[in-house]
C-alpha cells in the first residue's frame, strides 16, 4: 500500500515537473521565435526625437518656429521630479522597482477582462513597455505585439537606466493639441515651462497619454477635473506630495491658455512673414524638409526687425496709394450667410472662421468685419476683437466716395455715394481707425483692402550680404508667394547699369559720346523699333546723360558696340541671370529676374566690384549646439589679438572673388548718382546721404522697379500686378518705387549711416560737360559740370562718336545743355531721307524692356 502511495506521488510529481518543464519549454520557445529579428533597442540610446526648429532675430528673440510634431526636447535632468512622479503615478507606479513588466499589473488586467467578460480591457503596459510601442512596435493590441514588448522592455532596462528611459517616455508620447512630449503641453497648456508648473497642472499632463482627445481643458472639463484629481490621489499615495497639498490642488479649477486664464505663447512670436518662409524655403532645400522640420535647428536670421517692420509698412503704403488711386473697390470677396448673424456670438464665431487677412499694419491695424445692416447712407458692423458699444460700429457715407463698385460682368459702377453702393449684408470687409493727426483721437471706421496690385521690396548689407528686410508683398496671409525671391518679372531700365558696366570695362568712360537717334532692325518677330519713354531722340550725348535720362537707344547702341556676348557674360557674372539671350532687346531688361538677384547684383557696384552672396541666415546650429553652417567666409586675424589700439576695430580680410574692377565700379556709382540728383529719379529719391541707383520701367508699364544703394545697404523695389497688365499713365519705377525705397532708407541710414562713396586708388578726376562730354578746365563750375574718374595712365580722347553700327541719327547735333525738351530733331530715315521728330513723334510702334 505504501509503495502504491509512493509511485502515485511520483507520478503526479513527474508530471506536474514535466508539464513545468514543457511550459518552460514552450514559453522558451515563444520568446525565442518572437525575439528574432526585433528592432534594435540599443539604438534608443543614440535616439533624436523630431524636435521643433526655432529661428532666431540677431537680439535672440525667436521670431518662428517650423515643426512636423511640435515637441521641445528636455534631458533628463532638466525634467523636475514633481513632473516624473506625476506622470509614474498615473501610469506606472512601480516603474523604479520592477524589470521592465509588471507582473502583477498583467494578472490585474486579465483578472478584470475575465470578471468582465472583455468588457474592460487594458493594456497594463509600464512606462518601458509603452517607450517599446511607441518607438519600435505598432500600437495595436495584439498578443503578439504584447510579447515583443516583453521582451524589448526586458532588454532594454539593461541597456538604459531608468531616468533615461523616463526622458525618452515624457519626451515623446503625445499630449493632444499637436504638443508631443511634456515642455511642448506644458507650453500649449499653460504658457509655463516644466519648472514653473504647479502639482495639479503637473497632473493634469499626466491624465492626457491615455485619451488626450477626450480631455480638452475647455469642452471635457469635467472629465478633465475628474482625471486630474485621480492623478493628484496616486501622487499623495505614492507618497510624492502630501495630503495638503493634494486637497489645495484638487480644489483648485483647472486653469488653461484655451480657457483664456493664461496667454497663449504664440501671441510672443510675430505672425509668419515673407522673411521666415524663404528662410523655411531654402533651407529645406539645403538640408531637405525632413532634417529642418524634425532637426531641432537653431537658426540665427539676418533680420534687423525694426528693419522689416518699415519695410512692411513702406511696401504697403506704397502698394495702397497706387490702389486707392485707381478708386476700384474690390472688398475681400468672402461672405457671412445671414443666418449667421442672428447673434453677436454667432457672427464672431463665423468672422473667426474666415480666411480674412489678419497681419496688416498700415496707420493702424488692419481688423477683420462683417456688415451686420445697411440702412440710409450707412452701414453697420462687427469687429474682431472690438467689443460692441452702444451705438454699434459703422462706416459712414463719406467714407465710400472714392470708390467705385466693380461689378459681376466686369464693368465699373458709378462712384459710390452711400454705403450700400459698395457692401451688402454679410460682407467681410477690413477696416482700420481713423485718427486725428493732431491728438490721435479717434474719428471713425474706415474701409480698405489688399491691393490687386503687388510688389516686393528688401534691403541688404553691401558687404556681407545679409539680407536686413524683405517684404515680398502686401500681406503673408493673404497671399505667401514671395515677389522677391519667386516672382520672375522684366527689369526694364534697371538692367542697364550692366550694359553700362560692360562698356566701361571695355574701354570707354562715362564722357564716351554715343548717338540717340531711331533704330530699325529686322527680327523674326517683325521690324523692331526701340523708342525713348519721351518719344524723342536727343542726338549725340555722353553715356552719363544715357544713363540718367535713361535713353533706350543709346543702349541699345552701346550694347551693339560692345557686342552682346559681353552683355550677357556680365549680367551672369553678376548673378542676375544664369544663361542670358544674346538678343539685343535684352539689353533694355527684356529678360526676366527676381529682385532678389538684382538688388544682389547692384551691391556689388555699392562695394568696390566684389562678389557678395545674398543670405538671410547668419548661422545655423543642431540641436546640440553645434554650428553647421555659416555664412560669413572672410577671415579677422585680429580677433584674437589682445592688442588692438583703442579706438581701432579689428582687421577684415576680405577672401571673396572680384566680379568688376573697382575704378569701373566707381564710375558706374558716380553715374547713378546722377539718376538721384538729377535724373529719372530726382523727385521721388531724397536721403541724407550719398544715394545711387536706377529706376526701371517697362512697355506699358507692366512693371516698375529702383534699385538704390548707399555706401553700405542696398535695397530694391518692384510693383506689378502677379498676372502682368498695363499700370495705367504715371506709373514709372521713380513715380512708384522711389517714395516706397527711400521710407525704407531713411530708416537704414538713420540707423546704418552712410558716407561718401570710396574712390579707389589708381585714378584721377577730370572735369567735363556733362551734356556734350568736352574737357573743361579744372576751375570750372556750374550745374553742367562735373568730376569724371579716369584711369591714370589712361589719356581720355574726347569727342569720339559711336552709332553702335546703325547710320541713322549721325547728322543730329550734340546734345546741348539748355536744350529744350520740345525742341524738333532732323533724322534719317530708313529709306534715307530726313523726317523731323520732337514733342510728338510716334516713330516705332514696336518695343521692349527698357522705358524709364
Not at 495638503?244 to 480657457?259: F, K
Not at 461689378?407 to 454679410?426: I, P, T
Not at 549646439?625 to 589679438?641: A, F, K, L, M, N
Amino acid at each position: 500500500m505504501l509503495r502504491f502511495i509512493f509511485s502515485f506521488f511520483g507520478a503526479i510529481f513527474s508530471a506536474i515537473t514535466l508539464g513545468i518543464f514543457m511550459v518552460a519549454l514552450s514559453i522558451g520557445a515563444v520568446f525565442w521565435m518572437y525575439g528574432r529579428d526585433l528592432p534594435s533597442h540599443e539604438a534608443l540610446a543614440n535616439y533624436e526625437p523630431p524636435t521643433i526648429s526655432r529661428i532666431y532675430s540677431g537680439e535672440g528673440q525667436i521670431i518662428d518656429e517650423f515643426a512636423k510634431e511640435r515637441r521641445l526636447f528636455v534631458p533628463a535632468e532638466e525634467i523636475p521630479d514633481l513632473v516624473k512622479a506625476a506622470f509614474v503615478s498615473a501610469e506606472d507606479k512601480n516603474f523604479y522597482k520592477h524589470s521592465g513588466y509588471d507582473l502583477m499589473g498583467i494578472a490585474s488586467a486579465a483578472r478584470d477582462a475575465v470578471l468582465s467578460r472583455g468588457k474592460n480591457v487594458r493594456g497594463a503596459s509600464t512606462i518601458t513597455q509603452q517607450v517599446m510601442k511607441n518607438f519600435l512596435l505598432s500600437g495595436d493590441r495584439q498578443a503578439e505585439r504584447k510579447i515583443k514588448e516583453l521582451i524589448l522592455a526586458t532588454r532594454i532596462e539593461g541597456t538604459l537606466s531608468k531616468d533615461e528611459i523616463l526622458e525618452l517616455y515624457l519626451n515623446e508620447i503625445y499630449l493632444g493639441a499637436n504638443s508631443y512630449g511634456v515642455a511642448a503641453a506644458a507650453q500649449t497648456y499653460f504658457n509655463k515651462s516644466l519648472s514653473e508648473l504647479s502639482p495639479g497642472e503637473a497632473a493634469y499632463l499626466a491624465a492626457l497619454p491615455k485619451k488626450p482627445a477626450e480631455l480638452h481643458p475647455v469642452r471635457d472639463y469635467d472629465d478633465a477635473i475628474q482625471r486630474r484629481n485621480y492623478v493628484l490621489r496616486e501622487m499623495f499615495e505614492n507618497g510624492y506630495i502630501d495630503a495638503a497639498t493634494r486637497d489645495a490642488e484638487r480644489d483648485q479649477p483647472l486653469r488653461s491658455v484655451q480657457n483664456g486664464d493664461y496667454e497663449d505663447f504664440r501671441v510672443a512670436l510675430p505672425p509668419r512673414d515673407y522673411f521666415t518662409d524663404e528662410i523655411r524655403r531654402q533651407l529645406s532645400e539645403n538640408f531637405g524638409e525632413g532634417e529642418f522640420f524634425t532637426g531641432g535647428l537653431s537658426v540665427r536670421a539676418t533680420v534687423d526687425p525694426e528693419l522689416q517692420q518699415v519695410a512692411e509698412v513702406a511696401l504697403r503704403r506704397g502698394l495702397e496709394d497706387y490702389d486707392r488711386g485707381n478708386g476700384i473697390w474690390r472688398g475681400t470677396r468672402l461672405t457671412i450667410d445671414a443666418a449667421e448673424l442672428e447673434t453677436e456670438e454667432k457672427w464672431r464665431a463665423a468672422l473667426a472662421a474666415t480666411k480674412a487677412p489678419r497681419d496688416i499694419e498700415l496707420n493702424g491695424r488692419w481688423y477683420p468685419a462683417v456688415v451686420l445692416s445697411v440702412s440710409g447712407e450707412n452701414a453697420r458692423i462687427g469687429i474682431e476683437d472690438v467689443p460692441e458699444d452702444d451705438d454699434g460700429h459703422w462706416i459712414v457715407a463719406k467714407d465710400v466716395q472714392w470708390a467705385r463698385k466693380r461689378l459681376d460682368d466686369g464693368k465699373l459702377a458709378n462712384k459710390a455715394n452711400v454705403a450700400g453702393d459698395l457692401v451688402s449684408v454679410g460682407d467681410v470687409v477690413l477696416v482700420r481707425a481713423m485718427t486725428s493727426d493732431a491728438d490721435g483721437s479717434f474719428i471713425r471706421w474706415t474701409l480698405r483692402q489688399v491691393p490687386e496690385v503687388q510688389g516686393g521690396l528688401m534691403a541688404m548689407d553691401v558687404e556681407n550680404g545679409r539680407v536686413l528686410a524683405m517684404q515680398g508683398g502686401f500681406s503673408y496671409q493673404h497671399s505667401v508667394f514671395n515677389r522677391v525671391t519667386q516672382a520672375q518679372r522684366q527689369p526694364g531700365s534697371s538692367f542697364k547699369p550692366f550694359v553700362y558696366a560692360a562698356a566701361l570695362d571695355s574701354g570707354y568712360s562715362p564722357a564716351t559720346i554715343v548717338i540717340d537717334a531711331p533704330i530699325e532692325l529686322n527680327t523674326p518677330q517683325g521690324l523692331w523699333r526701340p523708342k525713348n519713354s519721351s518719344n524723342k531722340y536727343y542726338g549725340p550725348t555722353p553715356l552719363r546723360t544715357g544713363i540718367e535720362q535713361s535713353r533706350n537707344l543709346m543702349t541699345v547702341r552701346l550694347a551693339q558696340e560692345v557686342g552682346m556676348d559681353v552683355v550677357a557674360s556680365y549680367a551672369e557674372r553678376f548673378g542676375v541671370y544664369d544663361n542670358m539671350g544674346r538678343f539685343l532687346a535684352n539689353s533694355l531688361g527684356s529678360e526676366e529676374t527676381t529682385l532678389y538677384k538684382m538688388t544682389a547684383a547692384y551691391a556689388m557696384f555699392a562695394n568696390g566690384g566684389e562678389r557678395v552672396e545674398p543670405t538671410l541666415v547668419d548661422r545655423v546650429q543642431d540641436r546640440y549646439g553645434r554650428t553647421i553652417y555659416t555664412h560669413e567666409q572672410r577671415t579677422c586675424p585680429d580677433c584674437v589679438s589682445p592688442a588692438i589700439n583703442v579706438g581701432y576695430g579689428p582687421r577684415i580680410e576680405s577672401n571673396r572673388e572680384r566680379v568688376m574692377d573697382p575704378i569701373t565700379a566707381y564710375q558706374l556709382t558716380s553715374m547713378m548718382e546722377g539718376v538721384v540728383t538729377r535724373g529719372t529719379a530726382s523727385g521721388t529719391v531724397n536721403l541724407p546721404v550719398p544715394t545711387a541707383g536706377k529706376t526701371g520701367t517697362t512697355n506699358e508699364s507692366k512693371d516698375v522697379w529702383f534699385v538704390g544703394f548707399t555706401s553700405n545697404i542696398v535695397a530694391g523695389c518692384y510693383m506689378g500686378y502677379d498676372s502682368p497688365r498695363p499700370m495705367g499713365r504715371g506709373a514709372y519705377g521713380g513715380t512708384l518705387c522711389g517714395p516706397v525705397f527711400t521710407e525704407l532708407m531713411k530708416a537704414a541710414t538713420a540707423k546704418y549711416g552712410g558716407s561718401k562713396f570710396d574712390v579707389p586708388p589708381g585714378g584721377h578726376f577730370i572735369k567735363i560737360d556733362r551734356f556734350t562730354g568736352a574737357r573743361l578746365p579744372d576751375d570750372a563750375s556750374g550745374d553742367f559740370v562735373v568730376a569724371e574718374y579716369f584711369r591714370d595712365g589712361e589719356e581720355p580722347i574726347f569727342g569720339l562718336t559711336y552709332d553702335g553700327g546703325f547710320a541713322m541719327g549721325s547728322n543730329l547735333p550734340l546734345f546741348d545743355r539748355g536744350e529744350g525738351p520740345d525742341e524738333a530733331k532732323q533724322v534719317t530715315n530708313s529709306s534715307g531721307g530726313t523726317a523731323t521728330v520732337g514733342p510728338k513723334a510716334n516713330f516705332g510702334t514696336l518695343s521692349a524692356g527698357g522705358l524709364y
